[in-house]
Antibody, heavy 129, light 107 residues
Framework: EVQLLESGGGLVQPGGSLRLSCAAS????????MNWVRQAPGKGLEWVSG????????FYADSVKGRFTISRDNSKNTLFLQMNSLRGEDTAVYYC??????????????????????WGQGTMVTISS | EIVLTQSPATLSLSPGERATLSCRAS??????LAWYRQKPGQAPRLLIY???NRATGIPARFSGSGSGTDFTLTISSLEPEDFAVYYC?????????FGGGTKVEIK
C-alpha cells in the first residue's frame, strides 16, 4: 500500500526551529517529486515547497523562502522540511504529498508537477509563546 | 504568481443534485490544473488532473473541463460523501497555487 507518514510537529516558540519528516512506503521513492503543503486552522491549502526525485531541484513559496529547507534521503525513503525562524503565521497542519509523475535517470533532476496523488495524514505545527 | 479564484464560495445543494464548481486563473495555465476534495479532518484527495482526467478510483460522477483560464468541476449527482470542500491547484508555473476553495454543503 502506498503510504506517507509525517512526524515532527509540535509546539514551538516564535523564532524557533522544527524539522518535519515524511516516511514513504509502497512505491519507489526516488522516482517521484514530493511537495509540502500546509493548512492553517480553518483556512485553505497553501503550497510550501517541492523537490525533484533526485533532490537536485527545489522550489519554495515566497512566504517561507530563506527560512525553510526541503530535502530528501532516498536511501531511507524519507522527505524532510527544516523550518527555521518560525512565525505565528506558520501555524498549520503540514502535509507531505507525492507527485503522480514518474521520473527516471536525468529527468529526476528536474522538478515538474503532475498533481499530488498521495497525501499523508498531516502533522500539526503550532507557533506560540 | 498565478492566482486561482474559485466560485461560489459555498454551494448549498441536496443529495442527488448536480454541482458545478468554477476555478478561474489570473493567466493561462494551459491544462495544468487539478481538483481535490477535502472532507473535515482529512487530507485532500486528488479527483481530477490535467483539467479533465479522473484520478485512480474516482467515480464517473466527477468530471472536469476547461483549459487556459477557465475550469469547471462537475459532480453529476451528489452522494453524501461529496459534501466537503473542493480546491483547484495549478502546476503551470512555480510557485504552485491553490484556489480558496468551494464548500459544498447540504441544503
Amino acid at each position: 500500500e502506498v503510504q506517507l507518514l509525517e512526524s515532527g510537529g509540535g509546539l514551538v516558540q516564535p523564532g524557533g526551529s522544527l524539522r518535519l519528516s515524511c516516511a514513504a512506503s509502497g512505491f519507489t521513492f526516488s522516482n517521484y517529486a514530493m511537495n509540502w503543503v500546509r493548512q492553517a486552522p480553518g483556512k485553505g491549502l497553501e503550497w510550501v515547497s517541492g523537490i525533484s526525485g533526485s533532490g537536485y531541484t527545489t522550489f519554495y513559496a515566497d512566504s517561507v523562502k530563506g527560512r525553510f529547507t526541503i530535502s530528501r534521503d532516498n536511501s531511507k525513503n524519507t522527505l524532510f522540511l527544516q523550518m527555521n525562524s518560525l512565525r505565528g503565521e506558520d501555524t498549520a497542519v503540514y502535509y507531505c504529498a507525492k507527485d503522480r509523475g514518474y521520473c527516471s535517470g536525468a529527468s529526476c533532476h528536474r522538478l515538474s508537477w503532475e498533481a499530488s496523488d498521495i497525501w499523508g495524514q498531516g502533522t500539526m505545527v503550532t507557533i506560540s509563546s | 504568481e498565478i492566482v486561482l479564484t474559485q466560485s461560489p464560495a459555498t454551494l448549498s445543494l441536496s443529495p442527488g443534485e448536480r454541482a458545478t464548481l468554477s476555478c478561474r486563473a489570473s493567466q493561462s495555465v494551459s491544462s495544468s490544473l487539478a481538483w481535490y476534495r477535502q472532507k473535515p479532518g482529512q487530507a485532500p484527495r486528488l479527483l481530477i488532473y490535467d483539467a479533465s482526467n479522473r484520478a485512480t478510483g474516482i467515480p464517473a460522477r466527477f468530471s472536469g473541463s476547461g483549459s487556459g483560464t477557465d475550469f469547471t468541476l462537475t459532480i453529476s449527482s451528489l452522494e453524501p460523501e461529496d459534501f466537503a470542500v473542493y480546491y483547484c491547484q495549478q502546476g503551470s508555473n512555480w510557485p504552485l497555487t491553490f484556489g480558496g476553495g468551494t464548500k459544498v454543503e447540504i441544503k
